[in-house]
């Protein structure tokens, strides 16, 4: 058991590597040096996205049945890599080619990290603090990329590429922290065999298990939404007429934010009924999105705060549903399968923003991305909703 304890610090290590992140505050200024507009940006991420995309399931399954310590690994040098290659590239597909890289690390990651957590808490007895630790390491990430905002102006300023030097090696502290994980050994009554089981399993649970999909299909969308905001918040600093120098700044403010509200999410969850927990978050993240598009003015920096305090909040919480309605061996699989969903809506949405960006107006792009979200995050979460009791 105390093996399996020293598994939580090395989930921090690779949270961390992963969230301190030196290269997104300056990021959109990176490529707009590069020739690249707000639509190619959007596209390049949406190439990343299709990556995920295509390794999301299959990395899922591996780390269910090759192990979530070789799939983290793994993740990780690929991790290490795509930042490399960043380093010394110029122009769209040179990128294209780091972002594909960048994303299939992604994938091995992602999933088999909170399934790393979940199941070393439950063979030490204590899954019930899965919310409170998940809080805490995504509040970890929040805090690193916080500090690394602060960096990230100070390199910026010697050249927009210096950043991507510095989070090579950055990226590269997840891989000794991957390979002195230790598998725990999982309490299952049957194993998948095949991909074949894998595709029946995830049959089953959008034909049949109404409680996993609705929390699958929850989580995702608030992920995509969260993921959208962020992409949408350097140009709302443009747009506001910032100095690049307080990008930075208020970036790790930003993250800062986040940090806070997600290692307090656990004494939130449960404390509504919920019904009007679901409730509450999808009505303050829409809120978010259409205030903000609103108020594109340096005043309207307060609903940024807003998204991102419930955005804490949101991550943890919904991650656990997911998890109590997840057996073990396919517990990475399922997790998955939620980041596939936040993938695929982000490569289709996007570049749709991304070219409303351009060419309507930021406004418009907002109001859009935040009606969006929160009719689909109502559709999803209407079985629970229309509940009196759950």
Same mark, same amino acid.
């Given at each position: 058991m105390a093996g399996l304890k020293g598994n939580i610090p090395r989930l921090y290590l690779v949270k961390i590597s992963k969230w301190f992140n030196l290269v997104m505050p300056v990021i959109v200024l990176f490529y707009q040096d590069n020739g690249m507009g707000m639509h190619d940006i959007f596209v390049l991420k949406s190439v990343y996205s299709v990556a995920i995309v295509v390794m999301e399931l299959p990395s899922g399954w591996m780390a269910d049945q090759w192990g979530r310590k070789k799939t983290l690994v793994s993740g990780s040098l690929l991790g290490s890599l795509g930042f490399l290659i960043y380093s010394f590239s110029y122009g769209f597909w040179a990128f294209a080619i780091a972002e594909i890289i960048l994303g299939i690390g992604h994938s091995f990651v992602s999933g088999a990290d909170s399934a790393m957590? !979940? /199941?070393?808490?439950?063979?030490?007895?204590?899954?019930?603090? !899965? &919310?409170?630790?998940?809080? %805490?390491?995504?509040?970890a990430g929040n805090f690193a990329e916080a500090i690394a905002g602060i960096a990230a102006g100070f390199l910026a300023a010697i050249s927009l590429r210096t950043p991507f030097y510095f989070q090579f090696a950055v990226a590269a502290i997840a891989v000794p922290a991957s390979l002195t994980l230790i598998e725990p050994k999982l309490n299952v009554t049957k194993h998948l065999h095949s991909v074949k089981s894998m595709m029946l399993d995830i049959r089953r649970v959008f034909l049949t298990d109404t409680n996993l999909r609705v929390s699958i299909l929850l989580s995702a969308v608030t992920g995509t939404a969260t993921l959208t905001f962020a992409w949408l918040v350097q140009p709302f600093f443009k747009a506001i007429g910032l100095p690049v120098e307080m990008f930075g700044i208020l970036?790790? @403010?930003l993250n800062l934010t986040v940090g806070i509200s997600s290692a307090f999410a656990y004494r939130a969850e449960g404390f509504f009924a919920r019904r009007w927990e679901i409730l509450g978050i999808i009505v303050l993240l829409s809120a978010g999105y259409f205030l903000t598009g609103l108020t594109i003015v340096r005043e309207g920096i307060v609903f940024l705060f807003l998204f991102y305090v419930v955005r804490g909040l949101a991550t943890p919480v919904f991650k656990n549903y997911i998890n109590q309605y997840t057996?073990? *061996?396919? %517990?990475?699989? +399922?997790?998955?399968? %939620? *980041?596939? &969903?936040?993938?695929?809506? #982000? @490569?289709?949405? $996007?570049?749709?923003?991304?070219? +409303?960006? /351009? *060419?309507?107006?930021?406004?418009?792009? #907002? +109001?859009?991305?935040? $009606?969006?979200y929160l009719a689909a995050a109502l559709a999803a979460g209407f079985p629970w909703l229309r509940k009196q009791k759950l």
């Open positions: 957590l !979940y /199941d070393s808490l439950k063979s030490d007895g204590k899954s019930e603090k !899965y &919310v409170k630790h998940e809080g %805490r390491i995504t509040s970036w790790t @403010a057996q073990s *061996n396919v %517990r990475a699989t +399922m997790l998955s399968v %939620r *980041n596939l &969903v936040i993938r695929i809506s #982000f @490569a289709v949405i $996007g570049p749709l923003l991304g070219w +409303m960006t /351009d *060419n309507v107006s930021l406004n418009t792009a #907002f +109001m859009l991305a935040g $009606g969006i």
